[in-house]
């Protein structure tokens, strides 16, 4: 079972940024599909961004605001956020897997390893 630790998260103006990163108890950055989920109050946890052997994948509503990143020797997963929304605001968890097609890599059901979430406020 792999552990992940969410940092990052904080409160910011709309329009501004974050830098939320992920760190993994083993080095899985390169052999697990890995990803970002954000769940808000009274909503679904959805699929912000995913990275799986360098091929990224966002969800509609972040495409062209937010990029994520790996970091092999750091065992990280990172999320670069910009020109940030209210909409945008949630708790933001890390993910990681095995063996995941890339048309399920922004679905919640496909990941097993979870982080304890990382909370984004923007105002």
């Known amino acids: 079972h792999v552990q992940l630790v969410e940092s990052g998260g904080g409160s910011v103006q709309a329009g501004g940024s974050l830098r939320l990163s992920c760190t993994a108890s083993e080095n899985v950055v390169r052999t697990y599909c890995m990803a970002w989920f954000r769940q808000a109050p009274g909503k679904k946890r959805e699929g912000v961004a995913a990275?799986?052997?360098?091929?990224?994948t966002y969800t509609a509503s972040v495409n062209g605001r937010f990029t994520v990143s790996q970091d092999n020797a750091k065992r990280t997963l990172n999320l670069q956020m910009n020109s940030l929304k209210p909409d945008d605001a949630a708790m933001y968890y890390c993910a990681a897997d095995r063996g995941i097609a890339p048309v399920h890599a922004l679905q919640a059901w496909a990941y097993d390893n979870w982080g304890q979430g990382t909370q984004v406020t923007v105002s």
């Open positions: 990275i799986d052997s360098e091929t990224a």
